[in-house]
Every structure is written in structure tokens, then in C-alpha cells.
């Protein structure tokens, strides 16, 4: 089960950015599908969280209403879009797979998610 995270960049802070998260080799139909971030000398942490039919997701309070996670099960692809972005959210942003029916209503772990990405930098500076 592969993972492959891509769409990030530099970007001036209040801009966006759509990351996605494509499956290599297999359906991403079943998975859940995480977004965590890691900043140089902190914690990777979560950032979003979609579950395996779409109609459940939670966020980290610090991007609710800035970034949406979505699917599109047609392309087998799970996007995060970013608005209104700002240096804090600068980071290696990962995706992950956790084959499970789980509805979110807290911050899951990241040892919850079994498949990874490679990760995507995100850079936001003027």
C-alpha cells in the first residue's frame, strides 16, 4: 500500500495551496485518509482527517475553516485545500491510509495510520 503525497510549495502567507494524496497499485475506497504536518524541531502532528465515505471529517482547530479535506473516489485521490495560509503552517505535509469504517470526532493517532506518503514541503514566506 502506497501512498504518494504532492502539491506543495512556497506560497505568500495568505495564499493556497491544494495538496493531494493519490494511491499507488490499490483503492483508496475503505481508508481512511489523514493529513499530519512536521515543522523542523517539533512534533508531527494532525492535521485533518477524512473518513472512508466522505461524510465524516475532523480538523485540528487551527486550520478549521481555512483548509478542507475532500475525495474523489473517480480518481482515487484525497485533496487538502488550504486557504488563508499563514508561517505557522509551514511544515512536510504526509498523508495516511488507515483502512477502518471509524467515524473522527477527536484527533486520531498517527500510529492509527498504517500507510504513509512520502510527504510534500509546504513553505509560507513573503
Known amino acids: 500500500v502506497q501512498l504518494q503525497a504532492s502539491g506543495g510549495g512556497l506560497v505568500q502567507p495568505g495564499g493556497s495551496l491544494r495538496l493531494s494524496c493519490a494511491a499507488s497499485?490499490?483503492?483508496?475506497?475503505?481508508?481512511?485518509i489523514g493529513w499530519f504536518r512536521q515543522s523542523p524541531g517539533k512534533e508531527r502532528e494532525f492535521v485533518a482527517v477524512?473518513?472512508?465515505?466522505?461524510?465524516?471529517?475532523y480538523y485540528i482547530d487551527s486550520v478549521k475553516g481555512r483548509f478542507t479535506i475532500s475525495r474523489d473516489s473517480a480518481k482515487n485521490t484525497v485533496y487538502l485545500q488550504m486557504n488563508s495560509l499563514n508561517t505557522e503552517d509551514t511544515a512536510v505535509y504526509y498523508c495516511?491510509?488507515?483502512?477502518?469504517?471509524?467515524?473522527?470526532?477527536?484527533?486520531?493517532?498517527?500510529?492509527?495510520?498504517?500507510?504513509w506518503g512520502q510527504g510534500t514541503l509546504v513553505t509560507v514566506s513573503s
Open positions: 495516511a491510509g488507515s483502512y477502518t469504517r471509524s467515524y473522527y470526532y477527536c484527533a486520531p493517532r498517527a500510529p492509527d495510520f498504517r500507510s
Open positions: 477524512i473518513n472512508w465515505s466522505g461524510t465524516n471529517t
Open positions: 497499485g490499490f483503492t483508496l475506497d475503505g481508508y481512511a
